[in-house]
């Protein structure tokens, strides 16, 4: 089974709100990234998977040269997703038996946030669990599928 997911979208400003109140946002250009968690995963896919957003090279320069958001300081909004791992292969419902409970998924993206703010990322969040609504201008559209 594949490890951490991440849905990675090229971004000029992204948000989230819970009941109506902000708790992150990022104006780009940067990174708007779902991440989610599954029951093999551990603190060593957390960190890679950090080093992966902030070096992958996803915006392009005046000069051809692609850049990733370490070469220009661009911002990240790291925001849990459990879905990523529903499955709905079978029947109409997705099944969410492949996705991390709480307690094991929670410290590894908190751990993927850690990470990224060590490297030198300015990191904004959603709220682990919470009804959450993501706002963003996707720059492209652009986007990406990264497992780890």
């Not at 850049?67 to 529903?86: A, E, K, N």
Request: aromatic letters at 6%; hydrophobic letters at 45%; a negative charge.
């Amino acid at each position: 089974m594949a490890g951490m997911r991440a849905v990675v979208q090229r971004v000029a400003e992204a948000a989230v709100t819970v009941d109506g109140e902000p708790v992150g946002a990022i104006e780009g250009p940067g990174l708007c990234v779902l991440v989610g968690v599954t029951h093999q995963d551990t603190p060593a896919q957390a960190a890679q998977l950090a080093r992966k957003l902030w070096s992958l090279r996803l915006f392009g320069g005046e000069d051809g040269v692609e850049r990733s958001c370490s070469d220009f300081g661009g911002p990240l909004l790291v925001i849990s997703q459990f879905t990523l791992y529903g499955d709905a292969r079978k029947g109409r419902r997705p099944t969410w038996n492949a996705a991390a409970p709480g307690p094991l998924a929670e410290p590894l993206v908190d751990a993927v946030v850690a990470e990224l703010r060590a490297l030198g990322a300015e990191v904004a969040t959603g709220r682990f669990g919470a009804d959450m609504k993501v706002s963003l201008v996707n720059d492209g559209p652009f986007t990406v599928l990264l497992e780890v």
